[in-house]
């Protein structure tokens, strides 16, 4: 409530506008997104309520806008298939608890301070994700777009079922979805800020499906969206073990994404964002908006830039977008049973659009060759296998690429003024790789171009080891005094000298480094003298 004790009139002048504006984008987009899920409208409005003004009282972040996002729909979407709900209640119920169960895992997170782990979401694995989701949510939009039935779990199913049907589009309906992307495409390339463009062809698809009766003509709609507020929904405690994983993935894509999107418009004198301060907010949020029969939740890019450039001074903006979302989901709900499904459809591909950046997994590429392959390895497996079993394949070929790397350290000679022998490992050396570490050290002694009497190791990127490293050490010297070179170490770090102390075979050369450097002490204080 740090807000509360802080809180300035003032700043009502800017927050107020900016909360309206951000309203103008969430609202019909939470509607779109609602649809990426296979959910009513509805409960796309409901994730606009309760989730921003629990943000607003707990979060971290200025501008953040905290309902729900494409990415967190269409995982929605996976979630609900693998539970198999068979009518639009059993669905909203199964959304609830999949909500609840996700704000409970950040919550957890965050009482145990766990922020760290959104770092092992490598920036090629999360561009990978994004491309591949959002051409996954595209491909499930055009059969609305071409008013056909479409079917298929994937990508490549759910294209080629839409090319096939080509045949039976409906006219009118291709023809309002081409007219409504145009439209977007136009606003956001030349008048972005002028015009909330998802606002602007809601609005425009509303009224051409009035005055065209395009519903008797054969244009799906809406149809009847509830008005008032959303119903206390519990969760079902029978689907836990079904949802779990989903809820594991979605609350870790939450974070991520909210995190990546706060940061993006942090500008100076913003307080400093809480990692774990955040993860409770939008556990919180999520816990919230499950409650009331809302989506899981997370912050938006697209409408966090929106509350930014509008002016938000404080997360109270965020608490006039819940005002403006309460009128509509109160009075304003009939406007949109004209809405013509093929409009939302054009919403989604926009949005969805936004985040195929094929360019960015190039450009990492072309800095180091495994982030192409990373990131175009999660974008195919979450074409082919859906998303979270792509950013799974992702993450494991990060985490792969990361052991293989560090399994072969560099060891680079520093020096070779001809009896000693002085080379520097580059990188920790632990169990994994120390067989790598002993038979290089050997090698290198045997090619220097003079047999060295001592091989001087200096440890100085070597923070700490385990004791299989440890153990390792007589051997190596064994294996040196085979070869008649003596073995020394060097820039051994306080916590590795303390291990090596208590080691046997390896007590005597920290000895040994405790005595040269109290000597090299000594010998500096009588210079000075």
């Known amino acids: 409530m740090g807000w509360v004790r802080t809180f300035r009139a003032d700043r009502l002048k800017a927050d107020i506008p900016a909360g309206v504006t951000t309203a103008a984008v969430v609202i019909p987009q939470a509607m779109a997104y609602a649809t990426i899920a296979g959910l009513p409208v509805q409960v796309g409005l409901y994730t606009a309520i309760v989730p921003l003004l629990v943000y607003a009282l707990i979060g971290t972040s200025r501008p953040l806008s905290v309902t729900t996002t494409s990415t967190i729909a269409a995982l929605t979407a996976a979630a609900l298939a693998s539970a198999g709900a068979e009518t639009s209640d059993d669905a909203i119920q199964v959304v609830a608890t999949l909500a609840v169960l996700t704000g409970a895992i950040l919550l957890v997170a965050g009482a145990f301070k766990l922020g760290f782990l959104a ?6 694995v999360l561009a990978g994700f994004k491309a591949g989701t959002g051409l996954l949510i595209i491909s499930g939009q055009l059969g609305k777009a071409l008013g056909v039935e479409q079917s298929g779990d994937n990508f490549f199913q759910k294209t080629w079922s839409a090319i096939t049907h080509l045949p ?7 023809l309002l979805a081409v007219l409504t992307l145009a439209l977007l495409v136009a606003i956001k390339r030349w008048a972005p800020r002028a015009f909330p463009g998802a606002l602007v062809a809601v609005a425009l698809g509303i009224v051409l499906s009035r005055m065209l009766d395009l519903e008797a003509k054969g244009v799906a709609v809406v149809g009847p969206v509830p008005a008032g507020l959303p119903g ?28 990546a999107a706060a940061r993006a418009f942090v500008q100076p004198g913003d307080k400093d964002l809480n990692a774990d301060r955040e993860l409770l907010a939008l556990g919180a949020a999520s816990v919230g908006s499950g409650f009331f029969r809302g989506l899981p939740t997370g912050g938006g890019l697209s409408q966090t830039a929106v509350n930014d450039a509008a002016g938000a001074r404080t997360t ?11 009128i509509t989901v109160l009075f304003l709900t009939g406007l949109f049973e004209a809405l013509p499904q093929a409009s939302l459809a054009a919403v989604v591909i926009v949005a969805a659009a936004g985040l195929v950046d094929l360019e960015a997994i190039r450009a990492l590429g072309r800095i180091r ?55 520097r490992v580059e990188g920790p050396v632990y169990f994994a790789n120390v067989g790598y570490v002993h038979g290089r050290l050997l090698k290198l002694a045997d090619s220097a171009p003079i047999r060295p009497r001592t091989l001087v190791v200096d440890l100085v990127t070597v923070s700490d080891t385990d004791v299989t490293t440890l153990l390792r050490v007589p051997a190596l010297e064994r294996d040196l005094t085979a070869r008649n070179i003596a073995l020394r170490f060097e820039n051994i770090g306080p916590r590795l000298l303390e291990l090596g102390r208590r080691t046997p075979g390896v007590a005597g050369h920290c000895e040994e ?7 090299k002490g000594e010998a500096e204080a009588e210079r000075r003298q």
């Open 119 to 124: 770092d092992f979401i490598s920036l090629p």
């Open 168 to 174: 039976d589009a409906d006219g009118r309906t291709t």
């Open 232 to 259: 206390l929904e519990l969760p079902d405690l029978g689907q836990l073990e079904i949802l779990l994983p989903a809820a594991a993935g979605i609350a870790l894509m939450s974070f991520v994404e909210s995190i």
């Open 316 to 326: 109270l903006a965020g608490a006039v977008t819940v005002g403006v979302a309460l």
């Open 369 to 423: 060759g495994s982030a192409l392959v990373i990131g175009s390895a999660t974008v195919f497996g979450v074409l082919l296998l859906g998303v979270l079993d792509g950013v799974l394949i992702g993450v494991l070929l990060s985490m792969l690429g990361l052991v293989a790397g560090l399994n072969r350290p560099e060891i680079v000679v520093i020096g070779d003024p001809g009896d000693e022998l002085v080379v």
């Open 513 to 519: 480094l405790v005595e040269r450097r109290q000597r």
